[in-house]
């Protein structure tokens, strides 16, 4: 909602910044997913206050850090090159499911 927002207002500084958090926001939450598939433990979990979303995500498939590194990356390249990040956001959840 936020971002449909600032996309709404055409404040792209903005817009980046709020795709900028996603991205590191989503970087972590699959290395959270990893971490937790692997050892888990809750002691090392970045993303603590979402413990049960992170537990129930757990029964889904999971992408790897390389993939979503690879997709975060291209998303920042696709903002360079301005990409509506409506669009962007959209390509990069389809790419990773």
């Not at 971002?3 to 792209?12: A, M, R, S, T």
């Not at 049960?52 to 029964?59: G, V, W």
Request: proline letters at 2%.
């Amino acid at each position: 909602e936020t971002l449909d927002k600032l996309i709404d207002k055409q404040e792209e500084k903005s817009a980046m910044q709020v795709l900028e958090g996603l991205f590191s926001d989503l970087l972590f939450w699959v290395r959270d997913l990893h971490y937790l598939k692997v050892t888990g433990e809750e002691k090392g979990v970045f993303h603590i206050d979402h413990l049960e979303a992170l537990k129930e995500s757990l029964e889904g498939k999971i992408p790897t850090l390389e993939k979503v590194t690879e997709c975060t990356e291209k998303g920042r390249f696709a903002l360079q090159r301005n990409i509506k990040p409506k669009h962007l956001l959209e390509n990069l959840l389809y790419q990773l499911i």
